[in-house]
């Protein structure tokens, strides 16, 4: 007796997707009702212009307004996680806003610049990853400057009516170990 045959590449790549997005559910699979439900490049264009808008935001109103700022351009609940060089920074929404506050409190002055190379790939209607060298420059309470350059990436996200941070990941170079 034979077996049902070939499994096709179509779906090996659900299965795929029903491993990697438990509790996601299908309903994030499909477009809200009206949209297309294939990523069209016009689409692509929209989603790229406005996320790299947000990404410009970001860093004039972190600039401006300090690190209290980050807050409004994450996204507020349990999906949300940072992490940098490895570690967790915020594990949710709510880790984050008690977080920034502390953060808040100990940096007097922050500067924020996206490199160059800022790049968007759209995912979905509503998702898009943003990678970019960036520099920053924080002043502390006490005076002390640290200058900070880096790469940074991370999963935008489009809902009431604006683009927030899903997940973020800050990252440094490390500098290479001599030899010995």
């Known amino acids: 007796m034979k077996g049902p045959g070939p499994v096709t590449r179509g779906v090996q790549c659900f299965i795929l997707l029903a491993i990697l997005l438990p509790g996601y559910g299908c309903q994030a699979l499909r477009a809200p009702a009206g949209e297309p439900q294939s990523l069209t490049p016009e689409r692509a264009v929209r989603i790229n212009s406005g996320v790299r808008a947000f990404m410009r935001d970001v860093a004039y ?5 300090g690190p209290a700022a980050w807050q409004k351009h994450f996204v507020e609940g349990p999906e949300f996680f940072m992490a940098a060089n490895g570690n967790w920074v915020f594990q949710s929404g709510a880790t984050a ?23 968007v790939d759209p995912l979905a209607h509503d998702l898009a990853i943003v990678a970019s060298p960036y520099h920053e420059t924080r002043v502390d309470d006490a005076g002390v400057r640290l200058e900070e350059t880096g790469f940074f990436t991370g999963v935008a996200q489009y809902g009431d009516g604006r683009w927030k941070f899903r997940d973020a990941h800050w990252s440094v170079p490390v500098p290479p170990k001599a030899a010995p």
């Open 97 to 119: 806003a008690t977080g920034v506050q502390d953060l808040a409190g100990s940096i007097k002055e922050i500067t924020l610049e996206w490199g160059g190379d800022l790049r």
């Open 61 to 65: 109103d972190i600039s401006k307004n």
